[in-house]
């Protein structure tokens, strides 16, 4: 039996308790080539599911266990705003189908279809480094590497709502100087043994800034969206301010203390 993982509940004003986890359907883990066959996703809505074998995708009534729709995904000439490299992961919320498409770069891109095979286009154009995450069984969540820019895709009106992260500058740190430095999230690395001084400077002030790489992004209400960082960051989670745009509040999920 694999390891259970620790869940927690939290509200805006920053108290925290713990729950158990339980299983979420609606999500096709990334795979390697070897495990693309038969790769298989549940739909939220429990109705239909989707199986991908390396080539097409079959969306099936779980009901009649009878094919309803044929997605092909490996056409030699791709149609404008499909899927044009590799189908990595899959998303299956209510009745959108949501494909990360893998390219060469690295770049990863969402294609979304309906279960009637319609194809509506790329609705993100970069989670590499980034997030999607699930937030229920209705909406979707996307993101950029840095958290610069993350977006809600609600399949109940088919509105994406994207929300911008103020990045914050300083003369040693401009963006022109990150670019100059080659300073951003892929790079944070190259910031222990670089000897620049100017550099160090940089990545010390953006430090904090980056900390949300592969962040789940889970609305709270209206004005707060809470960033949940992965790995070893995971304890400590940005309460995002819509209205300020920036994140406002951080809680300690080991010890619930909220911290401006």
């Not at 096709?28 to 429990?46: A, C, F, L, W, Y």
């Not at 080539?55 to 779980?62: F, G, L, P, R, V």
């Not at 970069?126 to 937030?135: P, R």
Request: charged share 25%.
């Amino acid at each position: 039996m694999g390891k259970q993982r620790k869940c927690y509940h939290l509200n805006q004003a920053g108290a925290v308790r713990e729950h158990e986890g339980t299983a979420q359907s609606g999500v096709g883990g990334t795979v390697e080539r070897t495990q693309i066959p038969n790769m298989k996703v549940d739909s939220t809505s429990g109705k239909h599911k989707a199986v991908f074998d390396g080539k097409t995708i079959s969306i099936i009534d779980n009901a009649t266990k009878k094919v309803v729709t044929t997605i092909n995904v490996s056409q030699t000439i791709p149609p404008k705003g499909g899927v044009d490299s590799e189908v990595t992961a899959m998303y299956f919320i209510g009745d959108r189908l949501f494909l990360r498409d893998s390219h060469a770069g690295p770049h990863e891109d969402i294609v979304l279809y309906s279960i009637d095979g319609k194809l509506h286009g790329t609705v993100w154009n970069e989670v590499y480094g980034g997030s999607v995450t699930i937030i229920d069984a209705h909406r979707i969540a996307f993101g950029y590497a840095d958290m610069s820019s993350f977006a809600v895709y609600d399949t109940r009106d088919h509105k994406l709502t994207e929300m911008k992260r103020a990045l914050p500058e300083t003369p040693a740190c401009t963006k022109k100087i990150r670019e100059e430095l080659n300073v951003d999230v892929e790079h944070m690395s190259d910031c222990k043994g670089s000897k620049d001084p100017h550099k160090q400077q940089c990545c010390l002030q953006l430090r904090p800034v980056f900390q949300y790489q592969q962040a789940s992004i889970v609305p709270m209400g209206n004005t707060t969206i809470a960033l949940v960082p992965a790995g070893k960051s995971f304890a400590m989670v940005g309460l995002y301010d819509t209205a300020k745009r920036a994140v406002t509040k951080h809680v300690n999920l080991a010890c619930a203390t909220v911290h401006k």
